[in-house]
């Protein structure tokens, strides 16, 4: 077993201990220790994150949350029986899990995980906005090969070419440039991780 399952397993059965009191929590964390390989720890679910649950257990301040909350694609599911129900058409979905706490040890299981997710989410973020600056670059390629080719076959209006000319290959240096610093912060990303 990985040690990335060995400390899922080892934090969820922490936060069945700490919740006894908490009886939707306790069959929560039930259905995520039949299948840890799952769960990812975050610091924000967010709007339509697929498959969530925000659990809050707190044993030494009150705190006006609710013990749990399911989500499935941002719509709140009351109850975690309905959740594991409604869930269970999507069963290779990772489920996110934002845990709200006072208890030190939990805190201290769950900080380098949510850090990890959060780096994976960067990593992510950047690689679709280089996917998107690549299709960008591709369309003013092609408008700069049909301006070339108007260039071509229409003498009369070479000035006005010429300035969209110039106009597309500014455009495409600049996408270079963003391109270029994006791929050194993914690889600097990839190193440090």
Known sequence: MSEFLIDVRRILTHLARISIAAPAVQIAVGFLLANPNRVRFVSQIGDASGLAMAISVHRRIEIPLAPWQGFINGVPVPDPLLWIEAASGKSNDVIAIRV?????????SLAPMVVKDEERHRRAELTDRVQNLRQ??????????????VMEVDQDRQTELTKFLGIAEQEMQGI???LK??????????ENS
């Open 136 to 149: 960008e670059l591709d369309r003013a390629l092609d408008l700069y090969n049909e301006v070339r080719h």
């Open 176 to 178: 270079g440039q963003e």
């Open 100 to 108: 709200s706490t006072d208890d030190l040890e939990l805190i201290q």
């Open 181 to 190: 610093a994006l791929r050194t912060r993914l690889e600097s990303a990839e």
